[in-house]
């Protein structure tokens, strides 16, 4: 999988990088299964993902037939595209969208989310007021 990976970035940065990528934001911070610890640079990858991953999107951790890897557009791939829309419903979610686009704060690996903020243009979408 990894050289058919390998060849997608290649391919989508041979052609001006995307035009729109449409994320969610995870509880942890992370944005297209690129989980905390995720790089700037990252490219498209398959990744281990977090326990509280697989419990928020598919329910009890334990259960059998629930995916503990996924394929994930890289971080390097997602910044190149022209537009950014973040989508995040849910009250739960505040505290995420606060923290990663939280002015004072530097973005980091540790919210992966955090490196959309020095986008020139993302949109982000939300069910709730964020800095209000």
Do not use: M
């Given at each position: 999988y990894m050289d058919r990976l390998g060849e997608y970035d290649r391919l989508v940065k041979a052609?001006?990088?995307?035009?729109?990528v449409i994320l969610g934001i995870g509880g942890n911070g992370h944005v297209a299964f690129n989980e905390p610890g995720s790089a700037k640079d990252a490219p498209t990858r398959i990744i281990e993902l977090e326990?509280?991953?697989i419990r928020d999107n598919f329910g009890s951790v334990g259960k059998r037939g629930?995916?503990?890897?996924?394929?994930?557009?890289g971080l390097d791939t997602i910044l190149?595209?022209?537009?950014?829309?973040l989508l995040a419903t849910g009250e739960g979610k505040r505290a995420v969208v606060?923290?990663?686009?939280?002015?004072?704060?530097p973005?980091?690996?540790?919210?992966?989310?955090?490196?959309?903020k020095n986008h020139p243009?993302?949109?982000?979408?939300?069910?709730?007021?964020v800095f209000p």
């Open positions: 052609n001006g990088g995307p035009d729109l326990e509280r991953t629930y995916p503990t890897r996924a394929a994930t557009l190149q595209a022209k537009h950014i829309l606060e923290k990663a686009f939280d002015p004072e704060t973005p980091s690996s540790e919210c992966p989310a955090s490196w959309l243009n993302v949109t982000v979408l939300t069910d709730f007021n």
